[in-house]
């Protein structure tokens, strides 16, 4: 157990459809990270936030739309759902330093029929 | 630009050697590595910034060659736990923009 949670675990929606996704990080981590992984696309970096503000963005559709909130928690809010954005999202993480070891959350599945 | 992973897949005996590099065609920053089983979320390894410095843990070690834009990932004397798809990303400026390989399988046999 890497002590960073996600939920829902398995989501499964429609196109056109908005769903959100959290993660909680590890205690005292201010750092958390989003990644998608879909068989096409591979592993992506989505965004990264420290402490509540966008630290860094990459791939990340302007569909797709992400925060973190006071209590360190975080949510990724996808929006007009595409087949295409069925895969597992993954939430990581971190400590004050970038180097710091990243800690993974179980992953959520999103299905969009 | 994604960078390129090679081999794609590596069979090993117990106890055998294995190398994966990660080739970039632009000027990088930092590389990370991570290892992935089956059906489970990514495992970080660890983060190699520019300047050619190595790091290990355990019998899994990597260096980092900025001149080349390349870096290689060593495990040494390989367990059944080494198996699985290890993944580099790759950053040009220290910002954590990563882009990632598209994997390696490694699967270590008794």
């Known amino acids: 157990d890497s002590g960073v949670t996600q939920t829902p675990k398995h989501l499964i929606t429609a196109t056109g459809q908005r769903v959100t996704l959290r993660c909680s990080p590890r205690s005292g981590d201010l750092s958390v990270y989003w990644y998608q992984q879909s068989l096409d696309q591979g592993l992506q970096f989505l965004i990264q936030?420290?402490?509540?503000?966008?630290?860094a963005k990459g791939n990340i559709l302007e569909r797709f739309s992400a925060q973190q909130f006071p209590d360190l928690h975080s949510e990724l809010n996808l929006s007009s759902l595409e087949l295409g954005d069925s895969a597992l999202y993954f939430c990581?993480?971190?400590?004050?330093?970038?180097?710091?070891?990243?800690?993974f959350g179980p992953g959520t599945r999103l299905t969009v029929l | 630009q994604q960078p390129v992973q090679s081999p794609q897949a590596v069979i090993l005996r117990e106890g055998e050697d294995a190398v994966i590099n990660c080739s970039s065609s632009?000027?990088?920053?930092?590389v990370h590595w991570y290892r992935q089983k089956h059906g489970e979320a990514p495992v970080f390894l660890m983060i190699l910034l520019k300047g050619g410095e190595q790091k290990g843990h355990d019998k899994i070690s990597a260096s980092f060659n900025e001149k080349k834009q390349q870096s290689s990932l060593y495990l040494t004397a390989s367990q059944l736990s080494y198996s699985g798809t290890y993944f580099c990303g790759t950053a040009s400026g220290s910002n954590y923009k990563l882009t990632f390989g598209k994997g390696t399988l490694l699967t270590v046999n008794p």
């Open positions: 632009k000027a990088l920053y930092s």
């Open positions: 936030y420290y402490n509540g503000e966008e630290r």
């Open positions: 990581a993480s971190t400590g004050r330093e970038a180097t710091d070891t990243q800690y």
